[in-house]
């Protein structure tokens, strides 16, 4: 089995930084790519950015130039880096694991950020 444990999160103002960690432990042989989501309060949790085994990564429209999600294998962790952070991306972003498949080994428990305006 995959563990992943999420850190990095809390309050920022609008305009501001967050890195998000995503630490991998047990199996991890079996990961093959992440991703990264996040669910605000009354919102469908939703894909802010993905990447590969090997490295090719995937962004939502609304991140892309504001955020890099990236990984660290020797340290089996991902990454994610938000920048010019906005209030209405206040939400829990949670970090996942997938296999080889595609499919959905381990989710993280989540990280709470909050933006203020």
């Known amino acids: 089995q995959v563990q992943l444990v999420e850190s990095g999160g809390g309050l920022v103002q609008a305009g501001g930084s967050l890195r998000l960690s995503c630490a991998a432990s047990?199996?991890?042989?079996?990961?093959?790519?992440f991703g990264w989501y996040r669910q605000a309060p009354g919102k469908q949790r939703e894909l802010v950015a993905s990447?590969?085994?090997?490295?090719?990564?995937n962004y939502a429209d609304s991140v892309k130039g504001r955020f890099t999600i990236s990984r660290d294998n020797a340290k089996n962790t991902v990454y994610l880096q938000m920048n010019s952070l906005k209030p209405e991306e206040t939400a829990v972003y949670s970090c996942?694991?997938?296999?080889?498949?595609?499919?959905?080994?381990?989710w993280g428990q989540g990280t709470q950020v909050t933006v203020s305006s």
């Open positions: 996942n694991a997938r296999n080889s498949l595609g499919i959905v080994i381990a």
């Open positions: 047990g199996s991890t042989f079996s990961i093959h790519g």
């Open positions: 990447i590969s085994s090997g490295s090719s990564t």
